[in-house]
């Protein structure tokens, strides 16, 4: 999915746990903004990542999340190719199919409860379009932060499907890292985590976790509380390091899902620009020349369609952005 749009999310502050010391387990909420994907019958994502009070969740640095969208009324996802530096992106359904195709030559279906991670590297170009089965798209596209010394590795792509693990009640789709004795072989170059969770109605679920990790809750339906503060549908709850658990309570009376984020924090400087990630504004206008003018991205085939052109790029440098502590 390409970056079409950045501006502010709002945050507010989750009470603290009865049960927790003050200050360790407050939670800060982000509230998405709506972002459209552009044309008139286009779909619109709900952002909760990047924010202007949080840039990263672990490595995680982008959030989008989608749907439930009628394809008959919006016209569906089509993504026409576009480049990607420095990250990795993670594309992951709940209901619907995606075509990609990238420039390695892969050509994939993104299905529910099946991951596709491509890790963009040094560069890479690709497209995503909805297809004619789908008449319900709902999902989420992730983007993870590569770390200086692999920001420039090989483009990849990888594809998984993450056996549900049920614990009591609760149905866990482990798709990167660990969680609730499930473990994805997915590569990912920080420690990370991402897994669905699925809460039946008025349910509790404690999980042990690593208490390095940050960790964010995304909220696809219900309402759920995440260490004593309440989330509602596509709010993304945050939680700093330190606790070995997390205690998830479904307040709804239907079934609730949720996307599980997290990893230890990551410390350096990213400039985020577009589809871009890289370190300094030189970084990112090398990345756009040669997106600009053919070079270093290969080429997606298959699609009908002309490549997105990169935006004017803003007259000011651009500031690198790391979390406030």
């Known amino acids: ?18 049960g927790e010391r003050a200050g360790k387990t407050r939670v800060e909420v982000l509230t998405p903004r709506d972002v459209p994907l552009g044309g008139p019958r286009a779909m619109s994502v709900r952002r909760t990542l990047p924010q202007r009070t949080r840039t990263l969740i672990g490595a995680w640095c982008f959030a989008d999340h989608y749907g439930p969208d009628d394809v008959a009324r919006t016209g569906g996802m089509d993504v ?22 990238d420039s390695l030559g892969s050509h994939a ?14 560069g890479i170009s690709h497209s995503e379009v909805s297809t004619p089965r789908t008449t319900v798209l709902h999902g989420v596209q992730l983007w993870v932060a590569l770390p200086d010394e692999h920001r420039h590795t090989a483009p990849d792509f990888q594809h998984h499907v993450p056996e549900p693990v049920h614990v009591d ?23 990370l985590l991402g897994a669905e969770i699925t ?20 909220v696809d339906r ?16 945050y939680l700093r390091p330190g606790a070995g658990t997390l205690t998830l309570r479904n307040e709804s009376s239907q079934p609730a899902r949720t996307v599980l984020l997290g990893g230890t924090p990551f410390e350096e400087e990213i400039v985020m620009w577009w589809n871009f990630i890289g370190r300094s504004s030189q970084d990112i206008a090398q990345a756009r020349r040669d997106w600009t003018e053919g070079r270093r ?15 004017e790029l803003p007259t000011v440098p651009l500031k690198p952005r790391r979390n406030r502590h």
């Open 1 to 18: 999915m390409s970056d079409v749009q950045a501006g502010p999310g709002q945050v507010r502050h989750g009470p603290v746990d009865d």
């Open 222 to 237: 219900g309402d759920v509380r995440l260490a004593g503060s309440l989330l509602r549908p596509a709010e993304l709850g």
């Open 80 to 101: 026409a190719p576009h480049p990607h530096t420095g990250l990795q992106t993670v594309s992951w359904l709940f209901s619907g199919e995606i075509e990609h195709r």
């Open 169 to 191: 009640g609760a149905v866990i789709r482990v798709f990167l890292g660990a969680l609730a004795g499930a473990v994805s072989p997915v590569r990912t170059f920080t420690p």
């Open 109 to 122: 279906l993104v299905r529910p409860g099946e991951l596709n991670l491509m890790t963009g590297g040094h």
């Open 199 to 218: 809460l039946p109605a008025q349910a509790s679920l404690t999980l042990s976790v690593d208490p390095r990790f940050e960790h964010g809750l995304l």
């Open 297 to 311: 991205f290969g080429e997606v085939t298959g699609y009908a369609g002309d490549p997105l052109p990169a935006p």
